[in-house]
């Protein structure tokens, strides 16, 4: 069996938690002494010392060669004396192999393991019997449910995403849309990127019917919660819909910082002009440091309108407008962009 490699979309346990502080760093003889203590443990059937044997054999270590298959093997008699890390590990190794025989294995190890507490385990488990790898297998749902609910309510962000994917679609059970969404904002609190979209798909068509004042109150939440992709686009259809120079405003943060959008300064710069315009002091505050740089910024600027006065093209004019009101500073600006409205806190 080769090497261990992340082939799968899901968490591999913990072999690589080790390091080379699996023997301690001492010196040549301190070290070859610890290395033969570890050796004996192992052979004594100790299941921490052969995890520890397994992971210096997989990647070579001083005297030991990297062998990979000799470090299956002893993942394996890790596994079976019972030490939890290797039966998730171990498992994941064998459930590669294409003899089912050593796939149900491995899919025993990993129960095992997950029964024990390991949330990884369970993770790995329930996307394995959601997506089974061989064909001639049919997903069991409503297990896959049972190991990411508890893999989920550890707090394993993977499994809360990969949970409200089987909630949403009605797999395994009846759908319930409410706690996917649920679980896809805290996925995404947990880092998981793709949860975004996923949530965005899932409740877009009812946000785009929400109250305006709502609509932004939402936006800046997911906005400065770790899903600014999910709040760019609840302001762009506050823009488009509702014409806010608020959500304007937002939409020039989010292109000038590269929040749930790439970089554009193009697109950065029209929406904080449109946003000035419709009389935003935060977008002004943002025009007036940008005139004071670059003077000529607004130099055939289309969305000026053709009886403008001179003054536009000056710094001093739009902090002339943010100062009336109250916007003096950029620290000040960016509170009152990230400001709630309806109850004026900062988000």
């Known amino acids: 069996m080769p090497s261990a490699q992340r082939l799968l979309p899901f968490v591999l346990s913990g072999a690589l938690c080790l390091g080379v502080a699996a023997v301690p760093s001492h010196g040549a003889g301190q070290r070859d002494e610890a290395l033969c203590e570890l050796r004996m443990r192992a052979d004594s059937g100790d299941g921490e010392a052969l995890y520890r044997m397994a992971y210096l054999t997989e ?7 990297p062998d990979s298959a000799a470090a299956t093997e002893l ?61 001639n297998v049919a997903p069991a749902y409503r297990e896959a449910q049972y190991w990411l609910g508890r893999a989920a309510a550890e707090g394993l962000p993977t499994a809360q995403a990969q949970l409200a994917d089987l909630l949403k ?27 975004q979209l996923k949530l965005l798909a899932l409740k877009m068509p009812d946000w785009k019917r929400l109250p305006a004042d709502t609509l932004m109150m939402l936006g800046r ?68 440091e940008l005139l004071d740089i670059f003077p000529d910024s607004l130099e055939g600027r289309l969305e000026l309108p053709a009886d403008t006065s001179e003054a536009v093209h000056t710094a001093d004019y739009w902090y002339e407008l943010a100062a009336r009101a109250g916007i003096t500073d950029a620290s000040a600006a960016a509170r009152s962009l990230l400001t709630d409205k309806q109850s004026n806190s900062v988000l």
């Open 59 to 65: 990647l070579g270590y001083d005297s030991i060669t």
């Open 75 to 135: 993942y394996i008699r890790s596994a079976e004396a019972g030490y939890v890390p290797a039966q998730s590990y171990a498992g994941f190794l064998l459930y590669r192999s294409p003899d089912p025989t050593d796939r149900e294995r491995g899919l025993s190890f990993m129960r095992t393991a997950a029964d024990n507490g390991d949330a990884k385990a369970a993770n790995n488990l329930g996307f394995l019997l959601a997506y089974p790898t061989d064909t």
């Open 169 to 195: 679609a009605g797999l395994g059970s009846a759908p319930d849309t409410a706690r996917a969404e649920a679980l896809y904002a805290v996925a995404i609190e947990g880092g998981v990127a793709d949860a």
């Open 221 to 288: 939440r997911f906005y400065t919660h770790r899903a600014p992709a999910v709040g760019v686009e609840l302001f762009d259809v506050a823009a488009t819909r509702d014409s806010l120079a608020e959500a304007f405003a937002l939409l020039g943060d989010a292109y000038s910082r590269a929040q749930g959008v790439s970089y554009d300064h193009e697109r950065s710069l029209h929406y904080f002009l449109t946003a000035a315009l419709r009389g935003n002091a935060a977008a002004q505050f943002v025009i007036a």
